[in-house]
């Protein structure tokens, strides 16, 4: 019972980070599971179906732009990691978390590996569910604020999403301890529209 780890959306300017655990079945073979950056967007929203089907537990949870501003963006991905092996259905004997680091507090043993999403299954499936789950949430914040274009570039420092920021302003959805977007909030006392 082994768990991969692994998370979407540390470096963007807005949204939630997402972390996925997931427990895949050795009975039920996966094809085409790679790390999520290297496949296209149709072959992740075709992949992740086939991982909630057929693993034997997978969880995708978050951190919120909240807590990514109060505790930071490495500990917010943590927290969502570590959330994401909390509610799986089926505890693991051991996590395989992708990245040098390993959460604190889980309750089973639990081991880095750097590239993991490319070198373990469960890893690149828990890949594919975070990436999938988080680009999902900023085509919604696309429908919700269609001037920022966050379905085009995720929520990522992109001209097209800096221009917006400059265009329109920063967001309740912006993480406020970024960059561009601290940087907006002090030359415009703090406004938020």
């Known amino acids: 019972m082994i768990a991969g780890v692994d998370e979407a959306g540390r470096g963007p300017l807005a949204g939630a980070v997402f972390a996925a655990a997931v427990i895949l079945d050795p009975a039920k073979s996966i094809q085409g599971l790679a790390d999520s950056k290297k496949l296209s967007e149709k072959q992740r929203d075709a992949l992740a ?9 997978w969880c ?3 951190a919120s ?14 927290l969502a ?14 996590v395989l978390i992708d990245g040098n680091r390993v959460p604190k507090g889980l309750a089973m043993p639990a081991r880095a590996i750097v590239k993991g999403d490319a070198l373990e299954p469960a890893i690149s499936a828990a890949s594919i569910l975070a990436k999938t789950a ?4 900023l085509v919604a914040l696309d429908a919700l604020y269609p001037a920022y274009g966050f379905a085009r570039h995720k929520g990522y420092p992109t001209a097209e999403h800096l221009a917006a920021i400059e ?13 561009p977007v601290k940087r907006w ?5 703090g406004e938020l529209f």
């Open 167 to 179: 265009a329109h302003g920063v967001l309740a959805v912006h993480r406020k301890t970024f960059g």
């Open 60 to 62: 995708i949870a978050s």
């Open 185 to 189: 909030l002090a030359t415009h006392q």
């Open 49 to 57: 179906p086939q991982i909630k089907e057929r693993a034997l537990a």
């Open 81 to 94: 990691m570590r959330r994401a092996v909390e509610g799986l259905a089926e505890a693991p004997d051991e």
């Open 65 to 78: 732009v909240a807590e990514i501003d109060t505790l930071n963006i490495l500990q917010a991905t943590m």
């Open 134 to 137: 988080r680009d999902a949430e």
